[in-house]
């Protein structure tokens, strides 16, 4: 068996995005300057085939934060075929910031809303937006904002947003709390077709997500994607999502003509009040749990068929670990999770890693390259994590010997960090 290193396997992924970036030659796209609200933005445009007539729709697809996706971009060459036109934008890199989610939850609509008004003035085309991830904060954004600037026109050619996965988080809660919304959830009326992936962790907030759009009065149709974790994460090679990419742009378009049939709104919903965005919102250290302190009872096999079960955590401290092999940070802290095990060798101390909706052969083959010195446990639905609050991975729970929850934390640390290490051991005196 052949294991590799930690450095090693992070440059087997590197590799392979730059195999797969490289692909963006294939499809044929006209890139151009759009100037609106005083700024440049770039955009790759993939107009339909010229065997296509009387097509009236063009798609603005907006990058989540972190670059616009391969598989968006091929999407977009078949979106084509069925007579379709595309544009892609990059918000956060034509605005030269920061890629990342706190960036999609600052973004103002404004850009995206001269955008919209550019596109149609140029092609006379309906225009429907379509996003994934925190993509949907801005997009949903200059949505309102457009009807605010549109609301006496009765040529209403904004379609509709397509989400995929949407997360409209204001902030990351602290580890066990519900997470609290942006105030445009409740503030937008538009027509809207959500693509959820059962395999991602917000899947267990959509019944809340959906009661907040209510608020607002947004028509809103739902999709489960079963068995996807991304449909646009060149990761996620599932057999479930490779099916759902071939049969996406029938379901674009049908998405399309759905949102074209449903009723507009008048005006734009009420905004009731403005967003404070903190600039950081994950833990980067052990901090105290300030939810239900009492933690579940698991029952749970683990990845070689043994079954694992805990009811009783008391007398040790017990750490319980939320993660994904496709999940970056997961992978780096497994190396300090392997020698906090080590560093506790001698202590009253269990560490419980659940491994979170994944199927035991994608676990397997990954232990086949990364060494994992403790016990993965199988959570193949995310109900168990669901269970727990756990909304972003990987997340931790430290147990102290009383049996409550002691600490929480919802990012990747260095667990044999001599601070951390002292603070477990502390619990034990």
Avoid at 42 to 68: E, H, M, R
Avoid at 160 to 166: E, R
Avoid at 205 to 216: N, P, S, Y
Avoid at 392 to 420: C, E, L, M, Q, R
Wanted: some cysteine; overall charge positive; hydrophobic content about 40%.
């Amino acid at each position: 068996m052949i294991k590799f290193s930690l450095t090693n396997l992070l440059v087997i992924v590197l590799m392979s995005f730059t195999l797969c970036s490289t692909g963006l030659a294939k499809v044929k796209y006209e890139e151009i300057e759009v100037q609106v609200a005083n700024q440049s933005l770039s955009i790759k445009k993939i107009k339909p085939k010229n065997t296509v007539s009387n097509n009236k729709d063009l798609i603005i697809w907006v990058a989540p934060g972190y670059g616009t996706d391969q598989r968006g971009i091929d999407m977009s060459k078949r979106l084509s075929e069925l007579g379709l036109e595309t544009w892609h934008v990059d918000l956060a890199e034509s605005l030269f910031l920061e890629k990342s989610t706190a960036t999609m939850r600052k973004l103002d609509g404004k850009y995206l809303t001269g955008l919209i008004e550019y596109a149609h003035k140029k092609t006379k085309k309906r225009i429907t937006l379509l996003t994934r991830s925190y993509g949907a904060i801005p997009v949903l954004r200059a949505a309102r904002q457009w009807q605010l600037k549109h609301s006496e026109n009765k040529n209403f050619y904004l379609n509709g947003a397509i989400l995929y996965s949407p997360e409209l988080y204001s902030r990351v809660p602290a580890l066990g709390l519900k997470p609290a919304f942006v105030s445009i959830t409740e503030a937008t009326n538009i027509p809207i077709m959500i693509f959820q992936g059962s395999k991602r962790g917000n899947r267990w907030q959509t019944k809340e997500l959906l009661a907040k759009l209510e608020v607002g009065g947004a028509a809103v149709y739902f999709r489960l994607l079963k068995g996807v974790t991304g449909l646009f994460y060149s990761g996620d090679n599932k057999v479930a999502t490779l099916k759902q990419i071939d049969l996406m742009p029938g379901k674009i378009l049908a998405s399309i003509k759905l949102l074209s049939k449903t009723k507009k709104p008048k005006q734009a919903a009420i905004l009731k009040q403005q967003d404070n965005v903190p600039h950081k919102s994950l833990d980067i250290k052990l901090k105290a749990y300030k939810a239900n302190p009492k933690p579940r009872d698991l029952d749970l096999i683990d990845v070689f068929g043994k079954r694992h079960t805990q009811n009783n955590y008391k007398n040790k401290v017990t750490v319980v670990n939320f993660w994904a092999t496709w999940c970056p940070p997961c992978v780096q802290e497994i190396p300090s999770l392997n020698n906090l095990s080590q560093l506790m060798v001698n202590e009253k101390f269990e560490l419980i890693s659940i491994n979170y909706g994944e199927d035991k052969e994608t676990i397997l083959s990954f232990m086949e390259k990364v060494n994992v010195d403790f016990p993965v446990l199988l959570d193949p639905s995310g109900k168990e994590a669901s269970e727990w609050n756990v909304l972003v991975f990987p997340s931790t729970f430290v147990i102290a010997p009383d049996g409550k929850i002691k600490y929480g934390v919802n990012a990747a640390i260095h667990w044999d960090d001599p601070a951390v290490v002292k603070a477990l051991k502390a619990l034990l005196k």
